[in-house]
């Protein structure tokens, strides 16, 4: 995911997608994905590195990206030809309404949200993703809690200690949350952060979530 605050910036005009072209492109996505039980989300999907991998790695699940750079999203779908994977696919939006448009309610196993922009700076602070507002939406789309399935999961991971408790005090505040193992039955590769910041030994915060049963 871009750190547009090291440029202290907001995105240059022409870098945003209109909702309206991805909702349109939920039917690219839903004929993509078609046939696949398991579906999962690489939200801020950066050069590609996890998604691409992740795709190698579990061929029966289905990736979708969500990258706000044009040239990111084009070089990764170019290499996910090259390599013949077709069980993933990027698209191009930025912030929290790009999910909402792209995905459909209840569609997901998986949301992951690895290293979004810290936004240091109070004065920044609400640019910050991981908010009740997108925390309302990840909720939506996730698959929902039943006899039958455990119900999606929210993968949140972070190298800035000030924001992760703030994810934190997000979830508890929207309440209906309950973490649950970080480790899954799938291989999961690292990526391109987490493997910049585990060469410096640089601490980083990780939850995984489901909603929680109803009483």
Known sequence: MVRLSELDTLPLPGRRVPNQELILAREE????AS???RIECDFGAAKGKFLSESAVLNPAVFFVGIEGL???VSRTNK????LGLKNGAVWR?????SLDALIPDGFLDTLHVSFPDPWPKHRHWFRRLVNREFLEIAARKLK?????????VLRLMTDHPGYFIAMKDHLAEQGGWEETSWEDELERPITEFETIFLAKDDPIGRIALKRAKRP
């Open 29 to 32: 996505l839903l004929a993509k």
């Open 144 to 152: 929902p809690l039943s006899e039958r399935i455990s119900g999606g």
């Open 79 to 82: 290499k996910k030809a090259r």
């Open 35 to 37: 046939g696949f039980e």
């Open 93 to 97: 939006g930025w912030g929290k309404e």
């Open 70 to 72: 044009s040239v990111r």
